[in-house]
């Protein structure tokens, strides 16, 4: 069997003990980590009873961590217990499974209580579904011999995928659609093809809200398979959710990379458990306005800090998406990263001039650090139906992208999903991202792609007074300056492209002829408005065509009506 039918028989066959007992939306938690400690079992079952004498000699004199370091495994299980021995003792399956699961090392400990999986074997239990699960998950061999390290991943990303689906409403903050992920790396990696040939290669990938772990692997299979296959991809991220913490590092772990590297569950904004480290290649989702008053009191400290991550300033506590893209910034290496992030609209144009996010975007504009921008279709994430965008960003913009940002209209580009998965009701697909792709690497303005001037989206925001006035007479100061009227108080934001006096003489002083500006209250401001750059108009239909709708309706009403009456 491939991986997908793999993937299948575990749930279908588990589905039919679960049934009644617990939620569909639930299954993934008892699947999940039964799957992972069957693929575990299956490592080490010819070496199962050396590692229990060797730690049962052992156990006075030395430290179970030397277990792993001996025997040449990530994690190790000290019980006499393994899943298949579990069912020759039906009547203590419940004392024996605590047995097994506290037998294991620190690492798996962790993946486990992070699950709340001994939570979970207790209903089990109390359903008296405890037995028949692990019977059912033991039919599977997931042996190393049978099944390599990217197979055993492959399924493993099928079955999260089978449970993100069913609990969309719930997991869908924690895990991306892989078409939009697919998309998003193709365009993050694809313009350093030539970099990423060179055998031997060593590079780190980082997610610093890295939920279920898809960013990271996707990522990693990517290039592996359209790159180069002999590369060095060690993958990196933390993760706040405990859930979604767990299944990322069971993922990496079944596929056989470092878990370690996983990091949580707590808050990559206020504990970085990667402080001074920098990445090649950090790729997020992080949470659509979602509050961070939690790590409230150590971000606004660390904003006062020259040298801090969140120093161009704070978003509104209600949404701290820019916080997680300064974070990634603040990680580039020197010789160059790149950072692809997926955004909501509320990025682009929150907050008006000087504000926290207009100063971000400031930042990252004059810094000349954005690439691109690329908008997506609506219905695309599991728990928002809402328009979102991918951002582009670089330290080491190549030379035709210096002081240029390109504009995607991607809006467009999907195919109606047959089934409705929560909000999610379109997909990318596989041509439809080749074409995003394609408008990206060319870099060349079209119907769908647009190339900007770093300066054409900042603005100067003046402050326009006009004279106050009492009883048709114009007040003034000692100075002899007329007084201004601060309920006639205005602004204009005027581009940075054009001249301010200019543009004050043109478009201001022929409608306010007593008017001046305050050119001490000058703000300068960032904003990204898409609707507008890539507004179509629809022209208005003739007034003859209307008429001739109208009545039309008219006469259908007036049958419908003689037919009402006839009956």
Same mark, same amino acid.
């Given at each position: 069997m491939n991986?997908?039918e793999?993937?299948s028989?575990?749930?279908?066959?588990?589905?039919?003990?679960?049934?009644?007992?617990?939620?569909p939306s639930?299954?993934?938690?008892i699947?999940?980590?039964l799957?992972?400690?069957?693929?575990?079992?299956?490592?080490?079952e010819r070496?199962?009873?050396?590692?229990?004498?060797?730690?049962e =000699?052992?156990?006075?004199?030395i430290?179970?961590?030397?277990?792993?370091t001996k025997?040449?495994?990530?994690f190790?299980?000290k019980?006499?217990? =393994?899943?298949?021995?579990?069912?020759?003792? #039906?009547t203590?399956?419940?004392?024996?499974?605590?047995?097994?699961?506290?037998?294991?090392?620190?690492?798996?400990?962790?993946?486990?209580?992070?699950?709340?999986? #001994?939570?979970?074997?207790?209903r089990?239990?109390?359903?008296?579904?405890?037995y028949?699960?692990?019977?059912?998950i033991?039919?599977?061999?997931?042996?190393?011999?049978?099944?390599?390290n990217h197979?055993m991943?492959?399924?493993y990303?099928?079955l999260l995928r089978?449970?993100?689906e069913m609990?969309?409403?719930?997991?869908?903050?924690h895990y991306?659609p892989?078409?939009?992920?697919r998309?998003?790396v193709?365009?993050?990696?694809?313009?350093d093809?030539?970099?990423?040939q060179?055998?031997?290669?060593i590079?780190?990938i980082?997610d #610093?809200?890295?939920?279920?772990?898809?960013?990271?692997?996707?990522s990693?299979?990517?290039?592996?398979?359209?790159?180069?296959?002999?590369i060095?991809l060690?993958?990196?991220?933390?993760?706040?959710?405990?859930?979604?913490?767990?299944?990322?590092?069971?993922?990496l772990l079944?596929?056989g990379?470092n878990?370690?590297?996983?990091k949580?569950?707590y808050s990559?904004?206020?504990?970085?458990?990667?402080?001074?480290?920098?990445?090649?290649?950090?790729?997020s989702?992080?949470?659509?306005?979602?509050?961070w008053?939690?790590?409230e009191?150590?971000?606004k400290q660390?904003?006062?800090?020259?040298?801090?991550?969140?120093?161009?300033?704070l978003?509104?506590v209600?949404d701290?998406?820019?916080?997680?893209?300064?974070?990634?910034?603040?990680?580039m290496?020197?010789?160059?990263?790149?950072?692809g992030?997926?955004?909501n609209?509320?990025?682009?144009?929150s907050?008006?001039a000087?504000?926290?996010?207009?100063?971000?975007r400031?930042?990252?504009i004059?810094? =000349?650090w954005?690439e691109?921008?690329?908008?997506?279709p609506?219905?695309?994430?599991?728990?928002?139906?809402?328009?979102?965008?991918?951002?582009?960003?670089?330290?080491?913009?190549?030379?035709i992208r210096?002081?240029?940002?390109?504009?995607?209209?991607g809006?467009s580009?999907?195919?109606?999903?047959?089934?409705?998965?929560?909000?999610?009701?379109?997909?990318?697909?596989?041509?439809?991202?080749r074409?995003?792709?394609?408008?990206?690497l060319?870099?060349?303005?079209?119907?769908?792609?647009?190339?900007?001037?770093? =300066?054409?989206f900042?603005?100067?925001?003046?402050?326009?007074e006009?004279p106050?006035?009492?009883?048709?007479?114009?007040?003034?100061?000692?100075?002899?300056?007329?007084?201004?009227?601060?309920?006639?108080r205005?602004?204009?934001?005027?581009?940075?492209?054009?001249?301010?006096?200019?543009?004050?003489?043109?478009?201001v002083?022929?409608?306010?002829?007593?008017?001046?500006m305050d050119?001490?209250?000058?703000?300068?401001?960032y904003?990204?408005n898409?609707?507008?750059?890539?507004?179509?108009?629809t022209p208005?239909?003739a007034?003859?065509d209307?008429?001739q709708?109208?009545?039309?309706?008219?006469?259908?009403?007036?049958?419908?009506?003689?037919?009402?009456?006839?009956?």
């Amino acid at each position: 069997m491939n991986h997908n039918e793999i993937s299948s028989a575990i749930w279908s066959t588990t589905d039919d003990v679960l049934r009644g007992a617990f939620k569909p939306s639930e299954y993934g938690r008892i699947i999940l980590p039964l799957t992972v400690l069957r693929r575990l079992d299956s490592i080490v079952e010819r070496q199962k009873d050396e590692i229990v004498k060797f730690y049962e =000699d052992n156990k006075t004199r030395i430290n179970p961590s030397i277990i792993r370091t001996k025997f040449g495994i990530p994690f190790y299980n000290k019980s006499k217990f =393994d899943l298949s021995r579990l069912m020759q003792d #039906p009547t203590n399956i419940f004392t024996n499974f605590q047995n097994y699961m506290d037998g294991f090392s620190e690492n798996i400990a962790d993946i486990l209580k992070n699950f709340k999986f #001994p939570e979970i074997v207790k209903r089990l239990d109390e359903a008296d579904r405890l037995y028949q699960t692990i019977e059912k998950i033991t039919a599977f061999s997931l042996s190393p011999d049978q099944i390599d390290n990217h197979s055993m991943g492959a399924i493993y990303e099928e079955l999260l995928r089978r449970y993100s689906e069913m609990a969309n409403e719930e997991s869908g903050d924690h895990y991306t659609p892989r078409d939009a992920i697919r998309t998003l790396v193709a365009i993050l990696f694809s313009p350093d093809r030539d970099k990423l040939q060179d055998s031997g290669l060593i590079r780190s990938i980082y997610d #610093p809200c890295v939920g279920t772990g898809g960013m990271l692997t996707i990522s990693k299979s990517w290039i592996k398979d359209n790159i180069n296959p002999n590369i060095n991809l060690q993958l990196y991220g933390q993760e706040l959710n405990p859930d979604t913490y767990a299944t990322c590092k069971s993922d990496l772990l079944i596929a056989g990379e470092n878990e370690d590297n996983i990091k949580g569950p707590y808050s990559t904004l206020s504990k970085d458990a990667f402080e001074g480290k920098k990445f090649d290649y950090m790729i997020s989702n992080p949470p659509y306005g979602v509050s961070w008053r939690a790590d409230e009191t150590f971000v606004k400290q660390e904003k006062d800090n020259p040298d801090g991550r969140f120093s161009a300033g704070l978003p509104p506590v209600s949404d701290g998406q820019l916080l997680f893209l300064q974070h990634q910034l603040s990680k580039m290496e020197q010789k160059g990263s790149r950072i692809g992030i997926v955004f909501n609209g509320s990025p682009l144009f929150s907050g008006d001039a000087g504000s926290g996010p207009s100063e971000i975007r400031r930042w990252i504009i004059e810094n =000349d650090w954005l690439e691109a921008i690329i908008s997506l279709p609506e219905q695309l994430f599991f728990n928002t139906g809402i328009a979102t965008y991918f951002w582009i960003l670089t330290n080491k913009k190549s030379k035709i992208r210096k002081g240029k940002v390109q504009l995607i209209d991607g809006s467009s580009f999907w195919t109606q999903l047959k089934k409705s998965l929560g909000n999610k009701r379109r997909q990318i697909s596989d041509e439809q991202a080749r074409d995003l792709l394609n408008f990206y690497l060319d870099f060349e303005e079209g119907e769908y792609s647009q190339i900007k001037d770093n =300066d054409f989206f900042g603005y100067t925001k003046v402050q326009i007074e006009q004279p106050l006035k009492e009883n048709g007479t114009v007040q003034k100061d000692k100075k002899g300056n007329p007084r201004p009227d601060a309920q006639k108080r205005d602004h204009e934001r005027i581009p940075l492209q054009q001249d301010i006096d200019e543009y004050y003489e043109r478009e201001v002083k022929p409608h306010l002829p007593n008017s001046w500006m305050d050119r001490s209250k000058d703000k300068v401001g960032y904003e990204f408005n898409f609707t507008k750059y890539f507004y179509k108009f629809t022209p208005l239909r003739a007034l003859e065509d209307i008429a001739q709708d109208l009545l039309k309706l008219d006469e259908e009403m007036e049958g419908l009506m003689k037919e009402t009456l006839q009956g």
